[in-house]
């Protein structure tokens, strides 16, 4: 699906979150908190549209890779991050790590 092929995310300070955007659509963003050492997760929302293709799934791993890349960890609030946690395992260690 085209729209998805072109995701990227990015982080968007000034309104704490990660985006996900192809081209200047936003298709969904995760909320977060940043804290010393940590950024606390707390909510996921994706277009309605486009719900069920991934979209959440591509972003929360693109921010998730995001905090490890910068060496903080994860407090997973939002309960679709907690879920993907718990399917992805390689992430399990940013909860709670450092
Ligand atoms: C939850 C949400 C972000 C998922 O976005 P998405 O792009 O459809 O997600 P993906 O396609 O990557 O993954 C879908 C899978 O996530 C899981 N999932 C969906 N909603 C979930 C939830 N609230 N909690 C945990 N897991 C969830 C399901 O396993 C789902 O599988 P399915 O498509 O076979 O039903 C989106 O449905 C949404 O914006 N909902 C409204 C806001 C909300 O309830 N946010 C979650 C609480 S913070």
Not at 13 to 18: D, G, I, L, M
Not at 52 to 77: E, Y
Request: proline content about 6%; some cysteine.
């Amino acid at each position: 699906m085209a729209v998805i092929d072109e995701l990227r995310v990015e982080d968007n300070p000034a309104k704490h979150r990660y985006e996900a955007r192809a081209g200047e659509r936003l298709l969904g963003f995760v909320l977060y908190q940043a804290q010393p050492g940590r950024i606390t997760l707390i909510h996921t929302e994706v277009e309605p549209e486009l719900e069920h293709r991934g979209v959440a799934s591509q972003l929360v791993s693109a921010t998730l890779d995001d905090i490890r890349a910068r060496g903080l960890s994860v407090v997973p609030v939002c309960p679709f991050v907690r879920a993907f946690i718990r399917r992805h395992p390689e992430y399990a260690e940013l909860v709670g790590a450092r």
